[in-house]
């Protein structure tokens, strides 16, 4: 059986990238081969400051792909920095796994994106490679973010994205327990 052969890509910012790369690592260990793709921009920032490098032998690749971005661009302008990943990465990383697959004799089995990089994910269903999100945050700013929708279906957030004032009462029941009851 080949070894499985996972590409793995984090969303450029500070707290997505070292989460991601301790999953590839933990990959690696197991003996799952793993190609880490940097943007172009941070690839050399990681890639300076990786200290385990020698210890993965060629089970672990850093490769780089552009996200669209002239070097002298800024990155803390998120959206504009989203949008250029969007138009330019999902292509790139489809060239970038069909090279894989042509020159190396483990083709690439799985995609673990950030949750972020949901493009990924949809190129990975693209070429019949299985895939997967990965979180880098907490599971409990995971749920907020799940939560949104219903949030402003419920009127708790409105078109402005706003919270409105949510009063609270505590009522005290015979048995002294207390329930919280929410008075929009």
Request: hydrophobic residues 40%; positive net charge.
């Amino acid at each position: 059986m080949a070894t499985p052969h996972v590409v793995v890509i984090p969303y450029p910012a500070q707290g997505h990238v070292i989460p991601i790369l301790e999953l590839a690592q933990r990959l690696v260990q197991q003996g799952v081969r793993v190609t880490f793709v940097n943007t172009d921009f941070n690839h050399k920032r990681v890639t300076s400051n990786w200290l385990d490098k020698d210890s993965f032998g060629d089970l672990m690749q850093m490769v780089s792909i552009s996200d669209g971005l002239e070097p002298w661009d800024n990155r803390s302008d998120i959206y504009k920095l989203t949008l250029s990943i969007m138009q330019t990465m999902p292509h790139k990383l489809e060239e970038l796994i069909e090279t894989i697959n042509k020159e190396d004799s483990s083709k690439v089995t799985c995609v673990i994106a950030d949750g972020c990089m949901g493009w990924a994910i949809r190129v990975a269903k693209k070429m019949g490679i299985k895939r997967a999100a990965f979180w880098p945050a907490s599971v409990a700013t995971l749920a907020s973010f799940l939560s949104f929708q219903k949030l402003i279906d419920d009127g708790i957030i409105n078109e402005k994205g706003e919270f409105k004032l949510i009063k609270i009462t505590i009522l005290t029941t015979l048995c002294n327990k207390n329930y919280i009851r929410y008075k929009l």
